[in-house]
């Protein structure tokens, strides 16, 4: 049995994200994941519109007319989250960590999944596998991927977003959607990984962030320790802040970069604030961009 504190912020999950999955589901989450692979349906006689490259030699030959195969796109999806559990995740100067605010993320996309019938997966890592839930539809599956989500504890607090592309390539046969829930911040580039994870499945990167790790308050002081290595450093001096001002700038923009060599969307979230809002906005640029394709 669920501790009562755990079921209540599952279920405030649950109502929260409810109108939000509303949202994401009127027609914007299947147009913008759709056509993932085809399956067969059936042959049928050649007519003067059809690609001469879909005619079925065997069954024409038997038949003694021309037909054609006739496929249909799949309706289910297959969609892991792929959930970064490292220390680093438990910052926040806000009112949320990063955590919390990944947890409702995967809450609004499992449930959104869910609501069109698509099977959602869960890996949380640091820098080793922390666990791994197979891909199932169903609402009880999806609330056990929350329940996961709130309530495990890692067991390490390093990052390696490079096994976790590497693992995720070789759990994932069939062609899918991976979201990569991070802060991105990892010792090691991941681009190689994340390059090739991409070129089989469609992956989408979700920055979480923490607004100081864009821009420092002013007047506040500044010494930095690292969640995941422990070490400390010191800005002291209002000299120093500009310094730390630029270094963050540009470590936000080797984000962007990297996911644009790899040719990864990336979505980038404040933690502590409503993550539905650039969830839309990046539906709303995959729609435009197929519109041109």
């Known amino acids: 049995m669920l501790p009562p504190e755990l079921a209540r912020q599952i279920r ?21 994941f759709k056509g993932h692979g085809i399956e067969f ?16 030699w065997n069954v024409s030959a038997r ?20 959930v970064d559990v490292s220390a680093s995740g438990a910052f926040g100067s806000a009112e949320k960590t990063k955590r919390r605010t990944a947890a409702e993320l995967a809450a609004l996309l499992a449930f959104s999944a869910g609501k069109n019938g698509d099977k959602v997966g ?3 890592f640091s820098d ?9 539809s169903g609402r009880r599956h999806t609330l056990r991927l929350i329940r996961e989500m709130l309530a495990f504890q890692p067991r390490s607090g390093g990052t390696d977003i490079d096994l976790a592309l590497r693992e ?24 190689r990984s994340l390059r090739l994870l991409n070129h089989r499945h469609d992956v989408v990167a979700v920055e979480l962030y923490d607004p100081v790790e864009r821009h420092w ?38 984000k962007r970069e990297l996911c644009r060599r790899a040719r990864v969307d990336l979505v980038e979230i404040e933690s502590g604030t409503e993550v539905l ?15 041109l394709e």
């Open 12 to 32: 405030l999950l649950e109502i929260r994200t409810d109108r939000a999955v509303d949202e994401i589901t009127g027609g914007a989450y299947r147009s913008v």
């Open 41 to 56: 349906d059936e042959v049928r006689e050649y007519s003067q519109d059809d690609d001469v490259r879909t005619i079925d």
């Open 63 to 82: 038949m003694g007319s021309p037909f054609v195969k006739k496929f249909v796109e799949e309706r289910e999806l297959t969609v892991l989250l792929l």
């Open 122 to 124: 869960l890996l949380m």
């Open 128 to 136: 080793r596998i922390e666990l791994y839930v197979p891909p199932r």
């Open 168 to 191: 995720s390539a070789q759990l994932m046969k069939k062609r899918g959607v991976i979201f990569l829930i991070s802060d991105l911040i990892a010792p090691e580039s991941f681009e």
């Open 217 to 254: 308050p002013t007047g506040l002081a500044v010494e930095v320790e690292d969640a995941e290595s422990g070490e400390t450093v010191d800005f002291a001096g209002g000299k120093a802040l500009p310094r730390l001002d630029s270094a963050l700038t540009a470590a936000a923009e080797r």
């Open 277 to 291: 809002k650039p969830l839309i906005a990046f539906f709303a640029r995959r729609r435009r961009r197929r519109a």
